[in-house]
């Protein structure tokens, strides 16, 4: 049977989670890097949202560049911090439908769900789920490439961008790719695009029916990658990646409530699954993280930092209790709650910490 991978890429990340967070910059030509009027117009354009890349905009090019472009653009500075613990959210859900899980970047990884897309009915049936998933839970959309090698997924994923869903069956690899420019691979950059096409091969398909053994005196041991993609034979492995950063759980509620009792209720819950995960994976913590999410997707973290790391159920407790008392009485209703240990390290020797040893680490509204 072939194998099914999955090239999961969040839709222009950042930009996306700044919309996120602040609703008015949906639509808008958003752009994420230096303040085009300080500093002489100097930086670079971190990132920037789709209706900002019909402009010519694009990540890496030069601020004063972007605004000579789009001086009616929203300019907004970096927010990396968030845009990791989001990453870390995203990440954290997608990797439990992964049979093995390599990301590759803050926004994008892979998965091998060979044996996962049987148990959920098929591999269009997984994708959606996930896609679901994440434009529900974490208010994001993310386009997925399907294929048996990672190469084309990585290339179906950017097909029916933004959103997008491409399937590409094994007996399809070689006609599905056969018409792209061969810039589409990654990796293919102008200069061996250039070169390529100094060669007549312009399309992947024209790379296909290229002489091996000319790629190869032209190209090097590159070349047997390049033609192994093109003739749909490339089998690098999902690479195995993932370093625990952090144990969480969330849980949204059917109904948006302001019911603390109920909220509480929860809270207790989700500190019992992530003791259990910590006790499982035979690990201690030292940063507390609570976060509250409200109708509308008006989102909240506070965290607090323990002076030294302990595997204490009753710290956990106290910390969630500590840092959820300043929400009690927000006008909104709650719509989600999650609990996150950090700071892991495996344990050695379980110290119990005694009570009010919490020292503030931050307090940060995302």
Same mark, same amino acid.
């Not at 974490?138 to 997925?144: A, P, Q, R, V």
């Not at 033609?227 to 625990?244: F, G, S």
């Not at 390290?345 to 931050?362: C, H, M, Q, W, Y």
């Given at each position: 049977?072939? &194998?099914?991978?999955?090239?999961?890429?969040? =839709?222009? @990340?950042?930009?996306?989670?700044?919309?996120?967070? #602040?609703?008015?910059?949906?639509?808008?030509?958003?752009?994420?890097?230096?303040?085009?009027?300080?500093?002489?117009?100097?930086?670079?354009?971190?990132?920037?949202?789709?209706?900002?890349?019909?402009?010519?905009?694009?990540?890496?090019?030069?601020?004063?560049?972007?605004?000579?472009?789009?001086?009616?653009?929203?300019?907004?500075?970096?927010?990396?911090?968030?845009? +990791?613990?989001?990453?870390?959210?995203?990440?954290?859900?997608?990797?439990?439908?992964?049979?093995? @899980?390599?990301?590759?970047?803050?926004?994008?990884?892979?998965?091998?769900?060979?044996?996962?897309?049987? &148990?959920? +009915?098929?591999?269009?049936?997984?994708?959606?789920?996930?896609?679901?998933?994440?434009?529900?839970?974490?208010?994001?959309?993310?386009? *997925?490439?399907?294929?048996?090698?990672?190469?084309?997924?990585?290339?179906?994923?950017?097909?029916?961008?933004?959103?997008?869903?491409?399937?590409?069956?094994?007996?399809?690899?070689?006609?599905?790719?056969?018409?792209?420019?061969?810039?589409?691979?990654?990796?293919?950059?102008?200069?061996?695009?250039?070169?390529?096409?100094?060669?007549?091969?312009?399309?992947?398909?024209?790379?296909?029916?290229?002489?091996?053994?000319?790629?190869?005196?032209?190209?090097?041991?590159?070349?047997?990658?390049?033609?192994?993609?093109?003739?749909?034979?490339?089998?690098?492995?999902?690479?195995?990646?993932?370093?625990?950063?952090?144990? +969480?759980?969330?849980?949204? @509620?059917?109904?948006?409530? #302001?019911?603390?009792?109920?909220? =509480?209720?929860?809270?207790?819950?989700? *500190?019992?699954?992530?003791?259990?995960?910590?006790?499982?994976?035979?690990?201690?913590?030292?940063?507390?993280?609570?976060?509250?999410?409200?109708?509308?997707?008006?989102?909240?973290?506070?965290?607090?930092?323990?002076? @030294?790391?302990?595997?204490?159920?009753?710290?956990?407790?106290?910390?969630?209790?500590?840092?959820?008392?300043?929400?009690?009485?927000?006008?909104?209703?709650? &719509?989600?709650?999650?609990?996150?240990?950090?700071?892991?390290?495996?344990?050695?020797?379980?110290?119990?910490?005694?009570?009010?040893?919490? =020292?503030?680490?931050?307090? #940060?509204?995302?």
């Amino acid at each position: 049977m072939a &194998r099914v991978i999955f090239h999961v890429d969040l =839709d222009a @990340f950042y930009a996306s989670v700044e919309q996120r967070e #602040n609703p008015s910059l949906r639509g808008v030509s958003l752009v994420i890097g230096a303040d085009p009027k300080e500093g002489k117009g100097r930086g670079v354009v971190v990132a920037c949202s789709y209706e900002a890349r019909k402009l010519g905009l694009h990540s890496g090019q030069p601020i004063s560049r972007a605004y000579k472009l789009c001086p009616h653009g929203v300019y907004v500075r970096p927010n990396l911090a968030l845009y +990791g613990q989001v990453s870390n959210d995203v990440m954290e859900r997608i990797k439990k439908y992964a049979d093995r @899980f390599e990301q590759v970047s803050i926004d994008e990884a892979y998965l091998d769900v060979t044996e996962s897309c049987k &148990r959920h +009915g098929g591999p269009l049936e997984l994708a959606s789920l996930i896609k679901t998933e994440l434009k529900e839970e974490e208010g994001l959309t993310c386009s *997925i490439g399907i294929a048996p090698n990672k190469s084309t997924a990585k290339i179906a994923s950017d097909f029916q961008k933004p959103d997008g869903l491409t399937y590409v069956e094994a007996a399809h690899v070689k006609e599905f790719l056969a018409p792209l420019p061969v810039s589409k691979i990654s990796g293919v950059g102008k200069k061996t695009e250039q070169t390529l096409i100094q060669l007549g091969i312009k399309k992947i398909g024209d790379l296909a029916k290229y002489p091996p053994k000319e790629l190869l005196k032209k190209f090097g041991k590159p070349a047997i990658w390049l033609w192994a993609i093109a003739n749909a034979e490339e089998q690098v492995e999902v690479q195995e990646n993932y370093v625990m950063k952090s144990i +969480g759980a969330e849980h949204t @509620f059917e109904v948006d409530t #302001n019911d603390w009792s109920a909220i =509480d209720r929860q809270l207790s819950d989700l *500190i019992d699954q992530v003791y259990n995960r910590l006790m499982d994976e035979n690990k201690v913590f030292r940063t507390i993280t609570l976060k509250v999410r409200f109708t509308g997707f008006q989102t909240y973290t506070r965290a607090k930092s323990l002076r @030294f790391a302990t595997s204490s159920k009753e710290a956990i407790f106290e910390g969630v209790r500590a840092l959820g008392a300043e929400f009690r009485n927000h006008p909104k209703k709650v &719509r989600l709650v999650g609990v996150r240990l950090s700071s892991l390290e495996n344990e050695k020797v379980r110290k119990p910490i005694a009570k009010g040893t919490l =020292d503030s680490f931050a307090a #940060n509204s995302t």
